[in-house]
């Protein structure tokens, strides 16, 4: 392969973060901000795309430089990107260091649904957080206790893909309970340690408006075609 070519998988990746990106501009663009809460956000969401993750571990003296602001004030711009459903804090219980007490604290970059394709990303998954545990064992949280989030956002979180949240995913949108053996093994066993070509299959689905077994059927077979057995 040619070294200026890139691999499928990085080539994936850099498609879903570019969906991204255009999912989350239009929402700035929809929202009433102020000329610099808009700044701020563009800033902000410039860093979690940079490092390529939805999930920092971003500190309030980070931020302070970031903004050119006070530490009062960073306080209270993440209050209002929190409000306005674009980000989530999420922390550690305090634990007593070397240097005295600290509380680790990290930042979640929300994916805001769509309106107009609210059947597919929409979707509340309350009883599936309550199932599925986090892939990453440094999560502030529990995933119980995360905010109720779109399975496509959830899985941006994740590192893997859980089988038990597979197996809901996959019933809720009507898989045959025949074929659910055929779909725990062959297809989550493709999928398991790459959440991030289900996401992306999952907005080329939403982009189809799929819904029902004809998404069950789109996504297996698009995760076949992607990922070889």
């Not at 949280?141 to 496509?152: A, G, R, S, W, Y």
Request: proline share 5%.
């Amino acid at each position: 392969m040619p070294q200026h070519q890139q691999s499928p998988r990085k080539q994936s990746k850099a498609q879903l973060w570019a969906k991204r990106s255009t999912h989350l501009r239009t929402y700035l663009d929809n929202l009433s901000l102020k000329k610099t809460q808009h700044i701020d956000a563009q800033s902000l969401i410039r860093v979690f795309f940079t490092r390529k993750s939805l999930r920092l571990k971003l500190s309030d003296t980070y931020l302070v430089k970031l903004w050119s602001m006070s530490l009062r004030n960073v306080q209270y711009r993440l209050k209002q990107f929190e409000d306005l459903g674009l980000i989530k804090r999420l922390t550690k219980p305090p634990r007593k260091r070397a240097e005295g007490w600290r509380q680790e604290r990290s930042l979640l970059l929300i994916l805001p649904k769509q309106k107009s394709k609210t059947y597919l990303v929409s979707k509340n998954f309350q009883q599936f957080n309550l199932q599925a545990s986090p892939a990453v064992d440094n999560s502030t949280i529990p995933v119980k206790t995360l905010p109720n989030m779109k399975f496509v956002d959830y899985l941006a979180l994740q590192s893997k893909v859980s089988k038990g949240a597979f197996a809901f995913w996959m019933r809720r949108w009507g898989a045959k309970p025949r074929s659910m053996g055929y779909l725990l093994d062959n297809i989550h066993s493709r999928i398991e340690r790459r959440p991030d070509v289900l996401e992306s299959v999952l907005w080329d689905a939403e982009g189809q408006k799929l819904s029902g077994p004809a998404l069950v059927g789109f996504v297996v077979g698009e995760v076949k075609s992607r990922i070889p057995a």
